[in-house]
Nanobody, 126 residues
């Protein structure tokens, strides 16, 4: 089970740190990613990190502003979001790819994943 937290209301240029806490099984074997869905738009993949933390991916829209990380001892993944923009507004979910997946072969299309949690709302005011 994955539980997202850390969202909130911030002004343009502000920062937030999202957390994704895993329970029930160690998350350390699973590549993980962050997804977001803005009102009226399809869910999009934002960032991802390999199960060892040695590979990362960022969507072009967040590159240079967001940083993904993980602490496998705490079974938690993070998304540090800086210089936030109104277009970052949305509900953020985390998800895990199959354990020990080969990084280059992971399909990060949102349609592949199941998002069971409620997510965490991020609202950036202009």
């Amino acid at each position: 089970q994955l539980v997202e937290s850390g969202g909130g209301l911030v002004q343009t240029g502000g920062s937030l740190r999202l957390s994704c806490a895993a329970s029930g099984r160690p998350a350390s074997n699973y590549p993980m990613g962050w997804f977001r869905q803005a009102p009226g738009k399809e869910r999009e993949h934002v960032a991802a990190i390999s199960w060892r933390g040695d590979f990362t991916y960022y969507a072009d829209s967040v590159k240079g502003r967001f940083t993904i990380s993980r602490d496998n001892i705490k079974n938690t993944m993070y998304l540090q979001m800086d210089n936030l923009k109104p277009e970052d507004t949305g509900v953020y979910h985390c998800a895990a790819a199959p354990a020990h997946s080969i990084w280059s072969q992971i399909n990060w299309s949102p349609a592949v994943f199941q998002f069971r949690g409620q997510g965490t709302q991020v609202t950036v005011s202009s």
